[in-house]
């Protein structure tokens, strides 16, 4: 068997454009199977890009619920001794306008005062039963005075608003 020039010549250029062909096919595969490659893992990035992003909402979530939680905690704490507070200086106020003030126990002793001469002179002019009401009343009223005089310390008392 033998080749001639042209077969021989024909022979290198149909192997060398085998070659090129055989070449130009397996870089063309090669860089689909990269595009390939990079757009599942692109694609899985994303996904897993996702996943991350929807973890990090859930944790937010999750902390401005037990954020609330605790502002609702708080508040709830504070609300009963505020109540007790608010109590506390309501039965103040009665009492301060119950007692009895330096005002008030000299006007009392004004008035035993005048109960008093009141009596006399319902004695001299000989109404017994006007005399004897009259200084029961003055009787009373120095026991009022008296009261007021031993319970005043206790009373004193410096109030913090």
Known sequence: MNFTTYQIIALIGSVAAMAIVFGLGFYEGLRKGKREGLDIGYQRGLQ??????????????EAKHHLT???????????????????CRAKLANLQTRVITEND???LVAMADKLSLAADTFAGLGSYDQAI?????????????????QTLPVIEVEVMA
């Open 48 to 61: 897993a890009h996702r996943y991350e992003l929807q973890k990090a909402r859930r944790e937010v979530d």
């Open 69 to 87: 939680i605790s502002r609702l905690n708080a508040a709830q704490a504070l609300e009963a001794p505020t109540t007790e507070l608010d109590d």
């Open 105 to 107: 126990a000299n006007q």
């Open 133 to 149: 009401a009259a200084r029961k009343l003055s009787t009373s009223a120095r026991a009022l005075f008296d009261r007021y005089w």
